[in-house]
C-alpha cells in the first residue's frame, strides 16, 4: 500500500434510504470517529443538525438529545426520519483529511458518491439538499444545475427525473450564524416539501 492509499478514509456508515424519502440530505463526510456521540449521521455534539430539526419539528432544540447523556438518540432520530421520509448519505465516499479534524476546508475528495444509485433506491424522492459547501461543490460536479443561493434552490433534471437543489447553511457551529437563523432557511424548505 502506497502512502496515499494508506491516508484513504473510506466512509464509515451504510446510506439512511428510507423507501418513502421524499428529500435526499447529503452532507460531505462524517468527522473523525473520536467526535461521535452515536453511529449515524451528523453524530457531533458541536454540530447543530439535530438541533434544527427538534427545534422545528417539536419546538424543542434538545429533542433528539439522550436523557443524562452526552449523545444524540439514534432511534428517535431514525424513527423520525423514517415517518417523515428524510434520507441521508454524503457527496463523498473515500476522502483524505489533510488535517485531522472534521474541517471540510481541509477535505480532499477522493470518491465521491454514486448518485445515480442512491437515487434509484429512494424513487419518491423529489429534492436534494446540500448542507455545507464542500457538499454543494461536490453535487454541482456530477449534476447539471445553477448553483443555489444559500437558503435557496435550483430545479434541475438528472437522468430524466425532475429534482430541486436546496443549498442549505452549514449546521457546523464553525459557520457563524444563529442557530435560529438556520432553522428558519430550513423551515422554508421544508415548508415548499409539505414536511413541515
Not at 463523498?92 to 472534521?102: K, S, T, Y
Request: hydrophobic content about 40%; aromatic content about 12%.
Amino acid at each position: 500500500m502506497n502512502d496515499i492509499q494508506s491516508k484513504i478514509e473510506k466512509h464509515p456508515l451504510q446510506p439512511f434510504l428510507p423507501a418513502n424519502a421524499r428529500l435526499l440530505m447529503l452532507g460531505s463526510f462524517p468527522p473523525p470517529r473520536a467526535r461521535w456521540s452515536m453511529e449515524f449521521y451528523y453524530p457531533n455534539l458541536q454540530n447543530d443538525m439535530w438541533r434544527i430539526y427538534g427545534l422545528l419539528f417539536f419546538g424543542d432544540k434538545d429533542y433528539f438529545l439522550e436523557k443524562g447523556k452526552k449523545a444524540f438518540s439514534r432511534e428517535r432520530l431514525v424513527a423520525f426520519l423514517e415517518e417523515t421520509g428524510v434520507a441521508l448519505f454524503d457527496t463523498a465516499m473515500e476522502v483524505i483529511r489533510q488535517r485531522g479534524n472534521a474541517s471540510d476546508q481541509f477535505l480532499e475528495i477522493v470518491t465521491p458518491v454514486d448518485l445515480e444509485a442512491v437515487l434509484e433506491r429512494i424513487p419518491e424522492c423529489k429534492a436534494i439538499v446540500t448542507t455545507g459547501q464542500k457538499a454543494t461543490d461536490t453535487l454541482l460536479a456530477m449534476v447539471r444545475v445553477k448553483a443555489p443561493k444559500v437558503g435557496g434552490f435550483s430545479d434541475f433534471e438528472y437522468k430524466g427525473r425532475a429534482l430541486r437543489l436546496y443549498r442549505m447553511p452549514s449546521s457546523s457551529r464553525a459557520y457563524p450564524k444563529p442557530l435560529g437563523e438556520k432553522a428558519a432557511e430550513y423551515r422554508i424548505m421544508f415548508h415548499d416539501l409539505g414536511m413541515l
